[in-house]
């Protein structure tokens, strides 16, 4: 996999260790790669991708914090310079996503508008 040099996302060290965590699970699926993205839906327009997928020819190959992740280039310009964060506490357990190009956020944390 070709690696581009600039990370548009930040990854916090505790969205790396849980990353990692799933990818370590016995029944990981290998073939598959990181993927980071947004998709029309959600309450404010779009949501947040991340999750595991095939790489396809159009993807850009990323590297943050040891980790390699795949994404659509024309999704840059809604995550660029985006913090995925991993929160383990009594009130909120799951990825979490700061973005400065949100205009708008839902109360879930996982859709937002431009």
């Known amino acids: 996999m070709e690696t581009t040099a600039v990370a548009p996302i930040n990854l916090t060290t505790r969205a790396v260790a849980e990353i990692k965590r799933l990818m370590a699970a016995d029944d990981f699926d290998h073939t598959k790669a990181l993927r980071i993205g947004v998709k029309g839906g959600g309450c404010s327009g779009m949501t947040y991708i991340l999750g595991f997928d ?14 390699t992740y795949i994404m ?40 937002f508008a431009v």
């Open 54 to 67: 095939e790489k396809q020819a159009v993807d850009e190959t990323f590297e943050a914090e040891g980790l």
């Open 72 to 111: 659509n280039p024309g999704h840059g310009i809604y995550l660029l310079g985006m913090e995925v964060d991993w929160q383990d506490g009594l009130n909120a357990r799951g990825f979490t996503f700061t973005n400065p190009n949100a205009s708008k956020t839902c109360g879930c944390g996982t859709s």
